[in-house]
Nanobody, 121 residues
Framework: QVQVVESGGGLVQAGGSLRLSCAAS????????MGWYRQAPGKQRELVAR???????DYADSVKGRFTNSRDSAKNRVYLQMNSLKPEDTAVYYC???????????????WGQGTQVTVSS
């Protein structure tokens, strides 16, 4: 009943920018947090940025000062503005949302399908 869909990935030169977008939809009672994870080839999935319902923001050390995560709670959307991109940012980026659906007693994690970000030298 709940879907999470992200978009906005692509191929850019080092130093360029991309803006990712994620929307949660369906039978949603509330969302506790929304954020972004990424997985590079041969590596574990890692946290990139996350904004809670209270407005607190967590960033990976590797992206601080370059990436900005923002949440539009009224529209159940989150955006990731990525500036000064580096080749090491190349990965599949996944949107994550902790959602309480109507009929559920607890929050559950939902994941988007992933969007590829490739940064060339």
């Amino acid at each position: 009943q709940v879907q999470v869909v992200e978009s906005g990935g692509g191929l850019v030169q080092a130093g360029g920018s991309l803006r990712l977008s994620c929307a949660a939809s369906g039978s949603i009672m509330g969302i506790k947090t929304m954020g972004w994870y990424r997985q590079a080839p041969g590596k574990q999935r890692e946290l990139v940025a996350r904004v809670s319902s209270g407005g607190g923001t967590d960033y990976a050390d590797s992206v601080k000062g370059r990436f900005t995560n923002s949440r539009d709670s009224a529209k159940n959307r989150v955006y990731l503005q990525m500036n000064s991109l580096k080749p090491e940012d190349t990965a599949v980026y996944y949107c994550n949302a902790a959602v309480r659906s109507w009929g559920s007693l607890e929050y559950r994690d939902y994941w988007g399908q992933g969007t590829q970000v490739t940064v060339s030298s």
